[in-house]
């Protein structure tokens, strides 16, 4: 059971990374990116197939972040003239484009047989029955080190230009902002992200194929920033925990109910999982936690 608990909080991890990334890029900038997971391919990929060409863990680390960063700066400069909704559906096609290169490019991905044996950072310091353990804990210093790193980002003056351009990009250009680089900048530090979470992926469990970066990756995000709270990464963690709580709570649903049958059960696991989510909504509307303002003191009525 401890090992069922690691691993839960291991997929909560990068699942809190996702949402980082999806944070800053829709919450904070208001870039809409349904193409999440296919990013997340680009990371976990490039990471396997440099460990497997035998580059150590951290470089191929430090490459699937450059790499996805710089692809997501790309694709957000392909929208320059196009309105902002028409990013949505270019970055949806970008999944799509991704997850056909990776199942017909066998020479490179190893197609739909995915890669396998991917090998794992400081497995041979640390020891196969202790790493478990040990990625837990590296995943849990790498999301507090994201947080603190974004949160002063959303805390900075680039954040408050970034709100100013999700609020109004007009009004933004007028005060004198470049929104361009402001949005590929935003998309470039969410990709970056994204490509951690993709490296953590592929190091985690060893084996990677294309159906693993599917759509439903794209959606589990979004429900966790849309429960935590648009813009706030500190509802963002209480938001990934609760949706992983729905996700993975209910598949011990038969359990408590053996007079189901197998179908019965998981139509109803997925009845629990919308209610649960519309219940946040309808009570927490705004989400769990509201996203940082900024705020001066209260002048003092110095007239008599």
Not at 16 to 40: D, E, T
Not at 119 to 145: K, M, N, S, W
Request: proline share 2%; hydrophobic share 55%; with cysteine.
């Amino acid at each position: 059971m401890t090992g069922y608990f690691v691993a839960i909080l291991t997929f909560v991890s990068l699942a809190v990374l996702l949402g980082f990334a999806l944070n800053i890029q829709w919450g904070q900038a208001g870039m809409i990116n349904f193409g999440l997971a296919g990013f997340y391919g680009v990371g976990a990929y490039t990471a396997a197939i440099l460990s497997k060409q035998g580059v150590d863990g951290v470089s191929a680390t430090v490459a699937a972040i450059v790499t996805t960063a710089a692809i997501s700066a790309l694709v957000s400069l392909a929208t320059i003239k196009l309105r902002e909704d028409y990013l949505a559906i270019t970055t949806l096609a970008f999944s799509e484009s991704v997850r056909l290169v990776l199942m017909n490019e066998t020479w490179l991905t190893g197609g739909t047989n995915g890669i396998r044996d991917i090998p794992r950072p400081f497995v041979d310091l640390v020891g196969g029955e202790r790493y478990e353990l040990f990625f837990l804990a590296a995943c849990i210093v790498l999301v507090a080190a994201v947080y603190f790193l974004l949160d002063s980002v959303i805390r900075s003056p680039f954040g408050r230009a970034l709100r100013a351009v999700r609020e109004d990009d007009v009004v933004a250009a007028t005060l004198g902002k470049d929104v361009l680089a402001l949005r590929v900048k935003a998309f470039a530090i969410g990709g970056a992200v994204i490509g951690l979470a993709g490296a953590l992926h592929a190091f985690y469990f060893t084996y990677i194929d294309p159906g693993e970066f599917a759509g439903f990756v794209t959606v589990y995000a979004f429900m966790s920033v849309i429960v935590g709270g648009k813009g706030s990464n500190r509802g963002l963690v209480m938001g990934a925990c609760t949706v992983m709580i729905l996700l993975e709570g209910t598949r011990f649903l038969k359990d408590f109910v053996p007079f189901f049958t197998a179908q019965q059960a998981a139509s109803l696991r997925l009845i629990m999982i919308g209610t649960g989510l519309i219940l946040v909504l309808i009570f927490r509307p705004s989400g769990l936690s509201s996203e940082y303002r900024l705020s001066s003191p209260k002048t003092a009525d110095t007239t008599s």
